[in-house]
Each structure stands twice: as C-alpha cells, then as structure tokens.
C-alpha cells in the first residue's frame, strides 16, 4: 500500500509518499505530485517514515541540519540519476557546489571522459525527494541560482535557511 501525508513548509505544502516504510516521493503541490502510479493510497495512515521525514523537516526548517541516513529512502530513477542522487547527499548542509563540479565528479565515477552539466541538470529536475536529496544546493559556474524544479524563490529561502557559503563551494574528494 501506498501512504501519503502532508506537511505544511515555511516554502509551501509538501506532499510526502511512502511504500514499504521507504520514503518515494516528496514534492512541492505546485509541482507535478503524480510522478508514480498510485493504485492504492492511504491518506489517514501512517508509515514511521513519514513521522521522521516530517520530524527531519522540522529540524531541517528551524535552521538545523538534520541526518539523512534516519530516513529510508527509495527514489525512482534511472542508474544516472541515481548516482547523481547519491553525490548530492555527500554535500554538507550550508554548502554549494556547481554544475559543471557534480558533472566532473558523476564522470570520474562512471569512469567517462567527461559529463555535461546539463546532463546533471536533467537528473536534478527529475529528483524525487528534493530537500532531503538537496539538489537546491547545485548552483551555475557563476554564482547564478539557477534550475530549480519546485522554483528559484524556493531555492532561495531553502539556501537562506541553511545560512548556505555561496563563497567557498563545495568539491568533492
């Protein structure tokens, strides 16, 4: 069975799915919210992973970074987004990095010559679970905020919120 709940943000009205006590989904209602085939939705109960993800957002949006290994996760993708899911776990809460640095670290993984950002970009928008997989903190080579699904205002307020270094950017290791 498929569960759903629902958090109220300082950035909006979240909608959060869950299966088998895995988080799938978690999308901003202005966005497209029926990214999975839903057969059967529960929305009275309860999954604990729906408890923590809300407890994780109360944490994340009272200026707190909270761990996202306590949430099990289980996004949909293709084996590249994944992967380029799994990197933006890797950059600490209050960081950014760019681009054109998550392409360069997804093509040493993958052992190619080289990634486009906007490959990354394409995996970015298709994140299922953002905040929690921060893809809000991946910037353009010059600064610029840029290529947010659930909108730039939001990944302002959710970059604000983390009292992020837009100076120091993050590189991988």
């Given at each position: 069975m498929v569960y759903v709940a629902f958090y109220q943000s300082p950035v909006g009205k979240?909608?959060?799915?869950?299966?088998?006590?895995?988080?799938?989904?978690?999308?901003?209602?202005?966005?497209?919210?029926n990214l999975l085939p839903i057969k059967e939705i529960c929305e009275k109960c309860d999954e604990v992973v729906l408890r923590q993800t809300r407890e994780w957002l109360d944490e994340y949006f009272s200026g707190k970074s909270p761990k996202s290994k306590e949430i099990s996760l289980n996004p949909s993708g293709s084996k590249f987004a994944k992967v380029v899911w799994e990197l933006l776990l890797k950059i600490p809460y209050g960081r950014v990095c760019t681009y054109g640095e998550l392409a360069k670290e997804v093509a040493r993984i993958t052992h190619k010559n080289k990634m486009s950002a906007q490959a990354i970009g394409g995996a970015l928008k298709r994140n299922p679970i953002p905040i929690i997989i921060p893809c809000h903190r991946v910037i353009g080579a010059n600064g610029k905020l840029t290529?947010?699904?659930?909108?730039?205002?939001?990944?302002?307020?959710?970059?604000?919120?983390?009292?992020?270094?837009?100076?120091?950017?993050y590189h991988f290791e």
């Amino acid at each position: 069975m498929v569960y759903v709940a629902f958090y109220q943000s300082p950035v909006g009205k979240i909608k959060l799915v869950s299966k088998d006590n895995k988080l799938l989904e978690m999308k901003f209602l202005n966005q497209d919210t029926n990214l999975l085939p839903i057969k059967e939705i529960c929305e009275k109960c309860d999954e604990v992973v729906l408890r923590q993800t809300r407890e994780w957002l109360d944490e994340y949006f009272s200026g707190k970074s909270p761990k996202s290994k306590e949430i099990s996760l289980n996004p949909s993708g293709s084996k590249f987004a994944k992967v380029v899911w799994e990197l933006l776990l890797k950059i600490p809460y209050g960081r950014v990095c760019t681009y054109g640095e998550l392409a360069k670290e997804v093509a040493r993984i993958t052992h190619k010559n080289k990634m486009s950002a906007q490959a990354i970009g394409g995996a970015l928008k298709r994140n299922p679970i953002p905040i929690i997989i921060p893809c809000h903190r991946v910037i353009g080579a010059n600064g610029k905020l840029t290529g947010y699904a659930g909108g730039i205002k939001r990944k302002i307020a959710l970059l604000e919120c983390e009292k992020a270094d837009m100076v120091n950017l993050y590189h991988f290791e």
